[in-house]
């Protein structure tokens, strides 16, 4: 059994469950912090959020750089070119989902008027984007910014159900290695 490496598959799921709390979070904050009951709690969320989407895009950017350096196993020689075609389209997809979606976040906090500092999880303090935060325009890329985060997560949500739709076809119909190499230890 082709499999991918250790790396590639530790970053896959840490990605993955980072990704999955930064939607429910995300879907959550968007009313919780309208409501007075909810809105403290929602301020915490929000820097959790930011924290957890800035190593997403860290956490992303070693990935790629793992990926380049490291081919990933073949997909079946059985399987359809149409399918692969859609499989690479898919990986390709989430990668710049999960830059394009913290670098939306990132401009958000920059041209906030609020101006509240980001600080990854308490730890330090990650910049703003300087010449954003400083634009005269700052409120209008501030609401652009927010819509492409807002349909990225719908779009993120969709892919991520496919992602998953197709892993799961190719191992209770399919039955080849498709899930296995991500998840070695499961059996076929």
Request: hydrophobic letters at 55%; glycine letters at 6%.
């Amino acid at each position: 059994m082709s499999r991918y490496s250790t790396v590639a598959i530790v970053l896959h799921w840490l990605i993955a469950l980072a990704m999955i709390a930064l939607l429910v979070m995300g879907f959550w904050m968007g009313d919780a912090i309208k409501k007075p009951e909810t809105q403290a709690l929602a301020f915490e969320v929000f820097q959790i959020h930011k924290s957890l989407g800035l190593t997403v895009l860290v956490l992303t950017l070693v990935r790629l750089a793992w990926r380049l350096g490291h081919r990933p196993p073949p997909l079946p020689y059985s399987m359809p070119g149409w399918q692969k075609t859609a499989a690479h389209a898919t990986a390709w997809a989430f990668y710049a989902l999960l830059l394009i979606m913290p670098l939306s976040g990132w401009v958000i906090v920059s041209t906030s008027p609020f101006g509240l500092p980001t600080m990854w999880f308490g730890l330090f303090e990650w910049p703003h984007l300087t010449p954003l935060a400083e634009a005269a325009n700052r409120i209008q890329i501030n609401g652009a910014a927010e819509e492409v985060h807002e349909l990225l997560a719908l779009g993120a949500v969709g892919l991520l159900a496919l992602h998953v739709a197709g892993a799961l076809k190719h191992h209770f119909i399919d039955r080849d290695d498709v899930l296995t190499r991500m998840i070695p230890w499961l059996a076929r």
